[in-house]
């Protein structure tokens, strides 16, 4: 990733893995000598109303106990949401085997995701594409869909406090910005995802506007997982500018 990082002319990149700090060290060696700079930072998985609430930690200790605790704990918990969701599937007559979920995620991987189980289905021919695995079988309320059941979206902000990062909600659901925004402010979120590939004009207008007026830093990424996708790093990225303040409220 680091290479690649380097290769797109990215200067900064964050490490936000799913409920783990375990890759931050060694993108930080990696990136020794390079004019690159690696933030320490995690996406923790949290469930609203089984829908799925990511929040974003900037900045955080790695070592921190709290952070690794929870990691442990998240890669129990996401074994079983994983063999849960190969289940469901089955039921529904979509033969997946848990095993090659394992084999998709590789060797180094520390915990197992939506991703890994969308790359067997494509292999199996199920679906001839990994957006079409989420938007038929695994994405949010469909058929296979697990919620990950590790925390609400409070106690991810309460957790990214505690391991002394800087909360940001991930892609937060326009649909859910209004009823759950005070309530995580007040639990001490700082910022919003705001520029991402995903997002349209009126996206990033809207959630700009809700930045200004509530003075949350605005942060932006490619949410990039792996190279299979075809989208080499350095395709999206957000400039100095657009986050400012992120960087400056973790002392950059």
């Known amino acids: 990733m680091v290479a690649g990082a380097a290769a797109g002319g990215l200067d900064v990149i964050a490490i936000a893995d799913h409920d783990t700090t375990a890759a931050v060290a060694s993108a930080q060696a990696a990136a020794s000598g390079r004019s690159l700079q690696v933030i320490p930072a995690l996406e923790v998985s949290s469930t609203w109303q089984r829908r799925e609430i990511h929040v974003l930690g900037y900045f955080v200790d790695p070592g921190a106990p709290a952070l690794v605790a929870h990691g442990q704990r998240a890669l129990t918990v996401r074994q079983e949401r994983m063999r849960e969701m190969v289940a469901r599937l089955s039921d529904a ?54 919620p990950t059941r590790l925390l609400d979206p409070f106690e991810a902000v309460s957790l990214i406090l505690e391991g002394g990062g800087l909360p940001v909600w991930a892609h937060p659901p326009g649909d859910l910005v209004d009823a759950l925004l005070p309530g995580l402010v007040r639990a001490g979120l700082r910022g919003l995802e705001v520029y991402r590939p995903s997002h349209s004009r009126t996206d990033v207008v809207r959630l700009e506007g809700i930045c200004r007026s509530t003075g949350l830093v605005m942060s932006g990424g490619s949410d990039w997982h792996t190279p299979d996708a075809g989208v080499p790093l350095g395709s999206f990225h957000v400039t100095g500018d657009e986050v400012e303040k992120l960087l400056a409220a973790g002392g950059m």
């Not at 979920?101 to 199920?126: I, S, Y």
């Open 93 to 146: 007559g979509i033969h997946v085997a848990y095993e090659d979920v394992e084999a998709a995620a590789g060797p180094d991987r520390v915990n197992l995701g939506r991703p890994h189980l969308a790359k067997v289905l494509v292999a199996a021919g199920h679906v001839s594409s990994i957006p079409e695995a989420f938007s038929r079988y695994i994405g949010d309320q469909h058929p296979a869909f697990v």
